[in-house]
């Protein structure tokens, strides 16, 4: 059986060659970075979730209640 060979870039083989310790630490490292550069981790809203619509934000009136009032009749 013929075995197909890959060419791997030297930054590949580089990572590969860490020890698990040493990756942590330079994803830390790459985690620092981004942060610094006004990356966020705050999730990407997914508009494909069936969740989305119920952490949209609604439009309220200007004291934040709803514009519905309850209507209450006595004797019913």
Same mark, same amino acid.
Do not use: C
């Given at each position: 059986?013929?075995?197909?060979? #890959?060419?791997? =870039?030297?930054?590949? &083989?580089?990572? #590969?060659? &860490?020890?698990?310790?040493?990756?942590?630490? =330079?994803?830390?490292?790459?985690?620092?970075? #981004?942060?610094?550069?006004?990356? /966020? &981790?705050?999730?990407?809203?997914?508009?494909?979730?069936?969740?989305?619509?119920?952490?949209?934000? /609604?439009?309220? /009136?200007?004291?934040?209640?709803?514009?519905?009032?309850? &209507?209450?009749?006595?004797?019913?």
């Amino acid at each position: 059986m013929k075995r197909i060979s #890959y060419p791997i =870039e030297e930054e590949l &083989l580089n990572w #590969y060659s &860490l020890t698990p310790k040493e990756r942590w630490e =330079e994803s830390r490292k790459l985690w620092d970075f #981004y942060i610094s550069m006004g990356g /966020s &981790l705050d999730p990407e809203p997914d508009t494909q979730s069936p969740f989305h619509a119920a952490f949209e934000k /609604s439009k309220t /009136s200007s004291h934040g209640r709803s514009g519905m009032r309850v &209507l209450r009749r006595s004797g019913v």
